[in-house]
């Protein structure tokens, strides 16, 4: 017989991990809420329509398609199969797709219901995403997007929005980031100023591997592109940029000097650092000119978030977009969106060993009893720590005590309630502390208050 197993690239996740998932989940949800985001959810699926194309050819080769229901091949004609080329076959048996991102089924939702909502509309959205990608290590099939967007409005005020919400994210979870911020009008300016306005996308994709392979390798890649050495000398400057975010952008006025479009990218970025100083942000925020990000879809600020202590990629990141709806035939809505990456934040908070030691979720007291009639008064008990929030459980049948102590320890219960004759003729139960080992004998009252003392 076949050992079940689950398909590769994705995960299980025991009641423990669920705990911690959750944990970060519920986090960022609070913190959206506490901004004024409101929640939506949409299909798993949507029409293979509405998804191909939008993330270019790619992307089209990463989407599941979902065959269509019943006989999927009586709409190929006899004949056609062994003559149709792939695509063509998937035109024809699949009409659906799991959705690879949240960002163009919001769009598509957007345009859907442009007449129920009111804007600037503010959405948050936590769901799996599915992509064919070849699994390796922090790459999933199946993985959580946390996703929060604020469409119909320019002002950057939402920019700062955002750059608070990581800011509260991060420090309630504890983990030390930078924020890195660059501007795709900056990354424009920089093309128009050495010539190259065609190669932009050429340029940032070697500036983004500065970090990686350094100035030389750099240098040689962007010349390999057909980038003139004229074009690469008036580069340097702008690649050895150094000092504080005010000193880089006053270098970047003088470089940038003839560019009105890279101008206003150093006017808006100025404008969204100053607002971060008003306001105190504590994250460090870095101006990074080698920061890209998926350039030909964002048209403004660019954000991604690093974790300090955790060799691992962007753990956030987004930025802003001025046609996010375009696609779907609704031209000038102009948004600002940012990701939080659940998968990797939980690989961070795991190698740190940040989780707090109880979640809301564990069972904090459990009864344990020596017989049936103790049981019941157990039931009675437990009814009325429910009602008051406090999550209580009830070993079902009146085993060796050993066994169910076991049961306890295994689920890290803190707190077991031992009830036998005596205690039933005293009216109250045995209290044992489950990490010290002490126990004592307590009224209901007393029960109540020692839990709710130990939140």
Same mark, same amino acid.
């Given at each position: 017989?076949?050992?079940?197993?689950?398909?590769?690239?994705?995960?299980?996740?025991?009641?423990?991990?669920?705990?911690?998932?959750?944990?970060?989940?519920?986090? /960022?949800?609070? @913190?959206?809420?506490? #901004?004024?985001?409101?929640? %939506?959810?949409?299909?798993?699926?949507? $029409?293979?329509?509405?998804?191909?194309?939008?993330?270019?050819?790619?992307?089209?080769?990463?989407?599941?398609?979902?065959?269509?229901?019943?006989?999927?091949?009586?709409?190929?004609?006899?004949?056609?199969?062994?003559?149709?080329?792939?695509?063509?076959?998937?035109?024809?048996?699949?009409?659906?797709?799991?959705?690879?991102?949240?960002?163009?089924?919001?769009?598509?939702?957007?345009?859907?219901?442009?007449?129920?909502?009111?804007?600037?509309?503010?959405?948050?959205?936590?769901?799996?995403?599915?992509?064919?990608?070849?699994?390796?290590?922090?790459?999933?099939?199946?993985?959580?997007?946390?996703?929060?967007?604020?469409?119909?409005?320019?002002?950057?005020?939402?920019?700062?929005?955002? /750059?608070?919400? @990581?800011?509260?994210? #991060?420090?309630?979870?504890? %983990?030390?980031?930078?924020?890195?911020? $660059?501007?795709?009008?900056?990354?424009?300016?920089?093309?128009e100023m050495i010539g190259e306005a065609e190669k932009i996308t050429d340029i940032t994709v070697a500036i983004d591997k500065l970090d990686k392979i350094g100035l030389e390798k750099v240098n040689e890649e962007i010349a390999s592109k057909g980038i003139s050495k004229e074009a690469i000398a008036l580069l340097q400057p702008i690649l050895l940029l150094s000092g504080t975010n005010a000193e880089?952008?006053?270098?970047?006025?003088?470089?940038l000097a003839g560019s009105e479009i890279g101008l206003k990218g150093i006017e808006e970025i100025s404008t969204i650092i100053g607002l971060c100083e008003t306001m105190k942000i504590d994250t460090p925020i870095e101006l990074d000119l080698t920061l890209a990000r998926g350039l030909n879809y964002y048209t403004g600020a660019i954000f991604e978030v690093k974790a300090l202590d955790v060799q691992?990629?962007?753990?956030?990141?987004?930025?802003?977009?001025?046609?996010?709806?375009?696609?779907?035939?609704?031209?000038?809505?102009?948004?600002?969106?940012?990701?939080?990456?659940?998968?990797?934040?939980?690989?961070?908070?795991?190698?740190?060993?940040?989780?707090?030691?109880?979640?809301?979720?564990?069972?904090?007291?459990?009864?344990?009893?020596?017989?049936?009639?103790?049981?019941?008064?157990?039931?009675?008990?437990?009814?009325?720590?429910?009602?008051?929030?406090?999550?209580?459980?009830?070993?079902?049948?009146?085993?060796?005590?050993?066994?169910?102590?076991?049961?306890?320890?295994?689920?890290?219960?803190?707190?077991?309630?031992?009830?036998?004759?005596?205690?039933?003729?005293?009216?109250?139960?045995?209290?044992?502390?489950?990490?010290?080992?002490?126990?004592?004998?307590?009224?209901?009252?007393?029960?109540?208050?020692?839990?709710?003392?130990?939140?």
């Amino acid at each position: 017989m076949q050992k079940p197993s689950i398909p590769k690239g994705t995960r299980d996740f025991t009641p423990l991990e669920m705990a911690n998932r959750n944990y970060i989940f519920d986090t /960022i949800k609070e @913190v959206f809420r506490l #901004y004024g985001f409101q929640q %939506i959810e949409t299909p798993a699926m949507e $029409n293979l329509s509405t998804l191909m194309g939008k993330y270019g050819e790619e992307g089209d080769k990463l989407l599941f398609k979902i065959l269509n229901s019943g006989d999927f091949l009586n709409q190929v004609p006899e004949g056609e199969l062994s003559t149709l080329s792939s695509l063509q076959l998937t035109g024809k048996i699949s009409e659906k797709g799991l959705r690879y991102d949240l960002t163009v089924p919001f769009a598509r939702f957007v345009v859907q219901n442009r007449d129920k909502i009111s804007f600037p509309f503010k959405r948050y959205q936590i769901q799996p995403v599915w992509r064919a990608d070849r699994p390796q290590k922090g790459r999933y099939r199946e993985f959580y997007q946390c996703d929060v967007d604020v469409v119909g409005s320019d002002s950057l005020l939402n920019e700062l929005e955002l /750059i608070q919400i @990581v800011d509260e994210v #991060y420090r309630r979870l504890n %983990i030390r980031v930078v924020l890195k911020l $660059n501007n795709r009008k900056i990354l424009s300016g920089i093309a128009e100023m050495i010539g190259e306005a065609e190669k932009i996308t050429d340029i940032t994709v070697a500036i983004d591997k500065l970090d990686k392979i350094g100035l030389e390798k750099v240098n040689e890649e962007i010349a390999s592109k057909g980038i003139s050495k004229e074009a690469i000398a008036l580069l340097q400057p702008i690649l050895l940029l150094s000092g504080t975010n005010a000193e880089k952008l006053e270098q970047l006025k003088s470089v940038l000097a003839g560019s009105e479009i890279g101008l206003k990218g150093i006017e808006e970025i100025s404008t969204i650092i100053g607002l971060c100083e008003t306001m105190k942000i504590d994250t460090p925020i870095e101006l990074d000119l080698t920061l890209a990000r998926g350039l030909n879809y964002y048209t403004g600020a660019i954000f991604e978030v690093k974790a300090l202590d955790v060799q691992i990629g962007s753990i956030t990141g987004g930025g802003r977009y001025d046609n996010l709806t375009g696609v779907f035939g609704m031209e000038g809505v102009s948004g600002v969106g940012i990701s939080f990456g659940a998968d990797r934040i939980y690989d961070v908070l795991n190698q740190l060993e940040l989780y707090p030691e109880t979640s809301a979720e564990q069972t904090r007291l459990l009864f344990v009893s020596f017989g049936w009639k103790e049981l019941n008064y157990c039931l009675a008990w437990a009814a009325q720590l429910r009602k008051l929030g406090i999550n209580t459980e009830v070993y079902p049948e009146p085993a060796k005590m050993k066994k169910q102590m076991s049961y306890a320890d295994g689920k890290k219960i803190p707190f077991v309630a031992i009830v036998g004759e005596t205690e039933m003729i005293a009216g109250k139960v045995m209290l044992k502390d489950m990490k010290s080992g002490q126990q004592q004998l307590v009224s209901r009252e007393e029960l109540i208050a020692t839990l709710g003392n130990a939140e």
